[in-house]
Every structure is written in structure tokens, then in C-alpha cells.
């Protein structure tokens, strides 16, 4: 006992409800701005291949298309260094705000881009530039609304508020699913020549809305009292390979799960709905709905678990778990049976992979301190994003009849996932817990610095 009063926890020296107020921000912000990246995926698995390649090798054209979607994650470590960096000198908020605006215009200009048709060889290079910009907006996006929930919320409870973040990732995806679902019904010619723009077109609507909700929400304490302090880092990237370089590595290796989310979402998709297996678009987009639906409920139970438990079990259960299910959803695929289609795709995305996907904002964030947190979970998480996304074209290069790397087929897929699943396994179970560190003194370790005689140690929910 200490007879100095303690410091109110992160968030407690806010207004009521500003913790919730910044969850919410996170997960409609998140929601909104993930709706662009993933019409984006739905586009490349089902339209671009038409619109913006070569039709006379579709195979070929499948997969350049693909390729494109990862060109996106090429951007993001870029774009990690650069966000990482100005959110960790000039707050989350900015970030959170240019992401947006990013995000909205390169995914507009999208749906106004001529078809290789009109302009030839001039139109997959501007798709391509433009979804790089949708990169280095994504690259910021996470890490900047991750810090701001993870340090709005109270102490026991930065595993809960943290995964809203996530649940608008998934809404995300659960709107342009929705949206492509009519899309995809239209006939051939309407559907590639103005259907397709309409999803693209709708971020117009979507960039304000999000504008709106984000601006609203004030800066963290805990970045507030680093800059009262003048402990914001000149150079927070010099600061963050010299004190946290094994935990950033740590964080990349661990991010590569992500590829469960890739494979499931867009080369799953294509290899359902292609001429081998020739599945039902809509039914196929359904299923992406249906695992969406159930992990937006999953995701805030497995973080509550997180919070009681800890980070790594939680973690390593999804990333254990997924490979597993991702051999029986492919399978499902390749019976052709909808029902256990449906019931492994639900289990697979929805249920299992959220173990890990829900939690990784609070355990990768709660890896660094708030001096570097921004850059490091930038960094570490879209280095190992990069890998999710390359994934995609990786898959369709093994499923292809040439092979890769000696796999082949659906089986070579699930073989090729599970291998990066168990890297994201081993970097955390080597990882030090971190729930129950109080949240001024996350970092602490690497940092060298002494726990605070004011501060009040983080206090299990009851």
C-alpha cells in the first residue's frame, strides 16, 4: 500500500463514456473504411479479371488480377513507417482521419477508372496505382484506431474495447458483401461494364460519414501526458528498433495469420466460383456474410475471455485452430455440398480465426510502449499483412496445374496456410503476457524505466 493517491486509470480521467466513445469511433471508422478494401477483393476475384485483363488467358488474367490485391500490402510497410511515425508525434486522431479520406478518394477514383478496352495497357496500371494508395491508407488505419481504443479503455478491460476495432473490420466486409450481392446478379454486360463501379462509387458516402464520427473523439490521456511530459520521441522509429526490435519481429511473424482472412475471403471465393468447381456466386458470397455475422459476436467474447485469461492462450487457439478448419472448409468447397460449405465456413472464419483476430489489437499494442506504439504495431503488423496479402496470388499459383514449391491443388492451399499459421503460433507463444500490466507501463520492460509509485496496477474484472 502507498499512502499517495493513485492516478485514475487510461480513460478515467475522461468524460463518462469516452471509453465506449472511442471503441465506437474505431469500430464504425474501421467499418466504413474496410467496406473500400474489401469491395476491392470482391472485385478482383470476380470482376477485373474481365474488365481490366487480358481475357484470352484466363488463367492469366485471374492471376494478375490477384496480384493486385496483394499490391496493396506491398504498399503497406511503406505506408506503417511513414503513419506510424507522424501518430507517434502528433497523435492517433490525425491518422485516423487522413486514413479515412485516403482510403474514400483512391476507392472512388476506382469506379471511375476505363476498361482495358477503352485505354489498353494504361488501365490495370492506374488500378494498380490507385490500390496502392488504398495500402498506405490501411497501413495507418488499424494501428492508429487500435492505440486510441486501447488507450481510452480501462486497464482490465483493453482486450474488450480493442476488438471493436476488429467487429468494423468484419462489418466492413458484411456491407460490401451485401452491396455485391445484387452486383453480381446482373447480367454480363451490365455487370462489367457500370455494375461493378457502383460499390466503388459509394465510398463518397461512406468517407463522410466516417469523417463525421472520427472527429469527434478527443485524443488519448495517455498521448496527451507523453506530450505534457515532452517525452514524445523525435525519432520514434530509432527509439523503436533499438528498445523493441525483437517485439516488432515478434509482431510480424505473428500478423502472417492474417493469410486465414486472404485465402478465406478472396482466393476461396474465386477457386468456389471457377469453371473447376462452379459454384453459385451469390451462394458463395452468402457464406462470406454468414462467418461475418457470427464473428461480429465472437470477436468481443473471445477479447472479454482475453481480459480473464490472457492474450496468448486466446491468441494461440485461433491460430492453431484455423489451419485445421481451413482444410475442412476447402474440402466442403470441393464437395460441392452448401450445407457443410456454410457450416465449415462459419466455424472457419467466424468462430475460429476470430480467437486470434479479435485480440491481436490489445496484444500487439500492449507490446510497446506509448512513446513508440503507433509505429510498432504499424510496422509489425503490415510487414506480416504484406505476407496475408501476397498469399492470395501464392494460392493461385499453387492450386494452378504447375504447382508451387511442390503443393498443389486445394490440399497444397490448406498445407501452405497452416505453415504460416504455425509462425504466427511460436512468435507468440515465445511472447511475455501482458494483460495484466497496467497500461502507463506497458513497454516497460524494453523501455528500462521504473514503475511509477502513483500508478495503481490494472485490476481483474469481477
Not at 511515425?85 to 491518422?95: C, F, L, N, P, Y
Amino acid at each position: 500500500m502507498t499512502d499517495q493517491p493513485p492516478l485514475a486509470r487510461p480513460g478515467g480521467n475522461e468524460q463518462p463514456g469516452t471509453p465506449r466513445k472511442a471503441a465506437v469511433a474505431a469500430w464504425v471508422g474501421s467499418a466504413l473504411e474496410y467496406y473500400d478494401f474489401f469491395i476491392y477483393g470482391s472485385a478482383a476475384a470476380l470482376i477485373f479479371p474481365h474488365v481490366f485483363f487480358d481475357e484470352s488467358d484466363p488463367a492469366t488474367a485471374t492471376l494478375q488480377s490477384l496480384a493486385t490485391f496483394g499490391v496493396a500490402y506491398a504498399a503497406r510497410p511503406v505506408g506503417a513507417v511513414v503513419l506510424g511515425h507522424i501518430g507517434d508525434r502528433s497523435g492517433r486522431k490525425k491518422i485516423m482521419l487522413f486514413t479515412l479520406i485516403l482510403m474514400g478518394v483512391a476507392t472512388f477514383l476506382i469506379g471511375c477508372l476505363p476498361s482495358r478496352d477503352q485505354i489498353g495497357g494504361l488501365a490495370p496500371a492506374l488500378l494498380v496505382f490507385l490500390r496502392v494508395l488504398q495500402g498506405l491508407s490501411a497501413a495507418g488505419e488499424q494501428a492508429s484506431a487500435g492505440s486510441m481504443t486501447l488507450e481510452h479503455a480501462p486497464a482490465d478491460r483493453r482486450g474488450y474495447f480493442s476488438s471493436f476495432t476488429l467487429g468494423g473490420t468484419q462489418f466492413g466486409q458484411i456491407i460490401a458483401t451485401l452491396v455485391f450481392l445484387p452486383i453480381a446478379a446482373l447480367p454480363d454486360e451490365h455487370l462489367y461494364g457500370w455494375g461493378w463501379r457502383v460499390p466503388f462509387w459509394l465510398s463518397a458516402v461512406v468517407t463522410v460519414l466516417g469523417y463525421y464520427i472520427r472527429r469527434t473523439v478527443r485524443e488519448t490521456p495517455v498521448f496527451r501526458e507523453t506530450v505534457a511530459s515532452g517525452a514524445v520521441e523525435k525519432m520514434p522509429l530509432t527509439v523503436l528498433l533499438r528498445d523493441h526490435w525483437a517485439d516488432v519481429l515478434r509482431v510480424m511473424c505473428a500478423a502472417v495469420i492474417a493469410t486465414v482472412s486472404t485465402v478465406f475471403t478472396v482466393w476461396a471465393l474465386n477457386y468456389a466460383t471457377s469453371d473447376e468447381v462452379g459454384l453459385d456466386k451469390t451462394v458463395m458470397l452468402w457464406v462470406s456474410i454468414a462467418a461475418n455475422t457470427v464473428a461480429l459476436a465472437a470477436l468481443p467474447l473471445w477479447a472479454i475471455l482475453a481480459d480473464r485469461i490472457g492474450r496468448k492462450p486466446v491468441f494461440l487457439i485461433g491460430a492453431i485452430g484455423s489451419p485445421v478448419m481451413m482444410f475442412a472448409y476447402l474440402g466442403a468447397i470441393g464437395s460441392g455440398g452448401y450445407p457443410l460449405i456454410f457450416l465449415t465456413g462459419i466455424l472457419t472464419f467466424g468462430v475460429v480465426y476470430s480467437a486470434a483476430n479479435g485480440i491481436w489489437p490489445a496484444l500487439y499494442g500492449e507490446m510497446f510502449s506509448a512513446r513508440v506504439r503507433m509505429s510498432g504495431m504499424a510496422i509489425g503488423t503490415q510487414v506480416g499483412f504484406a505476407v496475408a496479402g501476397f498469399a492470395v496470388a501464392s494460392a493461385a499459383g499453387i492450386a494452378s496445374p504447375e504447382g508451387w514449391l511442390g503443393l498443389q491443388g486445394p490440399t497444397g492451399v490448406g498445407i501452405f496456410t497452416a505453415a504460416l499459421c504455425a509462425v504466427s503460433a511460436i512468435s507468440i507463444a515465445t511472447a511475455r503476457e501482458t494483460h495484466r500490466i497496467p497500461t502507463e507501463m506497458l513497454g516497460a520492460k524494453q523501455d528500462d524505466t521504473a514503475r511509477s509509485p502513483h500508478e495503481a496496477p490494472a485490476t481483474p474484472r469481477r
